[in-house]
């Protein structure tokens, strides 16, 4: 049987502007010709990633009946991902994101629009059994505590992208066996992913840090992945990459823990090289 992974969480639509220019001042207008447009979000770039390499992926995520959310629907379906919609029904916007590269500083300025779920939104019954892992953005805040505990029930192990710290993360930690955080997560008490691991007992986690070595924990060992460096890239998108293709060389090529991140690793150093690859739809 074919592994199937859930992914869970937002999916956006991300403006990205590319420039060696500083952010604009209040009622300051500037132009850019170098820009995009793609699909986005932590969730639906990892789904995106994961049936890119191969993998069987389906995505519960929120984006609602208008047409270009229908639009965003129909790139992610032509993957062959299966698309529940907790939006539908609704005539949503999808989520918007602004990101602004400084080409010259390697830095990224984000500003993004999250849509907002009624706490009733989450059906159950899109978590089957049939799934044999799920990652989860934690993005769907209000929903987090019926997730976890319809994955719990239905015995799906939980990997966590722990991007930044949310409410109600504490109920998907404390169920998680795997954990992957950026390096800017952290508890309000100040703990990173390592400390928490602890007290929410979590087998195995991961810290990138941005182009920075990969450190790891993985059956109370210590470890470190060096990544290759890589000079003038936009690295926005890099981790939800690493993160799919985590799942798929874990789960779908049955890699150990260090082997998997160190192939996502590669994977998304090679897609930062290659912005515009055909590994996430360049438009929408």
Same mark, same amino acid.
């Given at each position: 049987?074919?592994?199937?992974?859930?992914?869970?969480?937002?999916?956006?639509?991300?403006?990205?502007?590319?420039?060696?220019?500083?952010?604009?001042?209040?009622?300051?207008?500037?132009?850019?010709?170098?820009?995009?447009?793609?699909?986005?979000?932590?969730?639906?770039?990892?789904?995106?990633?994961?049936?890119?390499?191969?993998?069987?992926?389906? #995505?519960?995520?929120?984006? @609602?009946?208008?047409?270009?959310?229908?639009?965003?629907?129909?790139?992610?379906?032509?993957?062959?991902?299966?698309?529940?919609?907790?939006?539908?029904?609704?005539?949503?916007?999808?989520?918007?994101?602004?990101?602004?590269?400084?080409?010259?500083?390697?830095?990224?300025?984000?500003?993004?629009?999250?849509?907002?779920?009624?706490?009733?939104?989450?059906?159950?019954?899109?978590?089957?059994?049939?799934?044999?892992?799920? #990652?989860?953005?934690?993005?769907?805040?209000?929903?987090?505590?019926?997730?976890?505990?319809?994955?719990?029930?239905?015995?799906?192990?939980?990997?966590?992208?722990?991007?930044?710290?949310?409410?109600?993360?504490?109920?998907?930690?404390?169920?998680?066996?795997?954990?992957?955080?950026?390096?800017?997560?952290?508890?309000?008490?100040?703990?990173?992913?390592?400390?928490?691991?602890?007290?929410?007992?979590?087998?195995?986690?991961?810290?990138?840090?941005? @182009?920075?070595?990969? #450190?790891?924990?993985?059956?109370?060992?210590?470890?470190?992945?060096?990544?290759?460096?890589?000079?003038?890239?936009?690295?926005?998108?890099? @981790?939800?990459?690493?993160?799919?293709?985590?799942?798929?060389?874990?789960?779908?090529?049955?890699?150990?823990?260090?082997?998997? #991140?160190?192939?996502?690793?590669?994977?998304?150093?090679?897609?930062?090289?290659?912005?515009?690859?055909?590994?996430?739809?360049?438009?929408?």
């Amino acid at each position: 049987m074919a592994v199937k992974g859930l992914f869970i969480g937002i999916t956006s639509i991300d403006i990205v502007y590319n420039s060696s220019q500083p952010l604009p001042e209040e009622n300051e207008k500037i132009i850019i010709n170098d820009f995009d447009m793609k699909i986005g979000g932590p969730a639906a770039k990892a789904a995106i990633t994961c049936a890119e390499l191969g993998g069987d992926a389906a #995505l519960i995520t929120c984006l @609602g009946d208008s047409m270009l959310a229908q639009s965003v629907k129909s790139q992610i379906e032509s993957y062959s991902i299966k698309v529940y919609d907790l939006g539908e029904g609704r005539i949503n916007t999808p989520n918007i994101s602004c990101v602004y590269v400084r080409e010259d500083k390697e830095s990224r300025t984000i500003i993004s629009g999250i849509n907002k779920l009624d706490s009733d939104s989450f059906n159950p019954a899109y978590i089957t059994k049939d799934f044999d892992y799920c #990652l989860y953005d934690c993005n769907l805040i209000n929903l987090t505590p019926n997730i976890t505990s319809t994955l719990e029930d239905n015995n799906i192990p939980l990997v966590l992208d722990c991007g930044n710290w949310k409410a109600n993360i504490e109920e998907a930690l404390s169920y998680s066996d795997i954990a992957i955080s950026s390096s800017c997560f952290q508890s309000p008490e100040k703990k990173n992913i390592f400390d928490l691991s602890k007290t929410y007992n979590i087998n195995n986690t991961a810290i990138t840090r941005d @182009g920075d070595s990969i #450190l790891y924990n993985y059956e109370e060992k210590n470890g470190e992945i060096p990544v290759d460096k890589v000079e003038n890239c936009n690295t926005s998108g890099a @981790g939800d990459v690493l993160h799919g293709a985590f799942c798929y060389y874990y789960y779908h090529e049955k890699n150990g823990y260090v082997e998997a #991140l160190t192939n996502a690793s590669k994977y998304a150093t090679n897609y930062i090289k290659k912005p515009g690859s055909r590994y996430v739809p360049n438009q929408v």
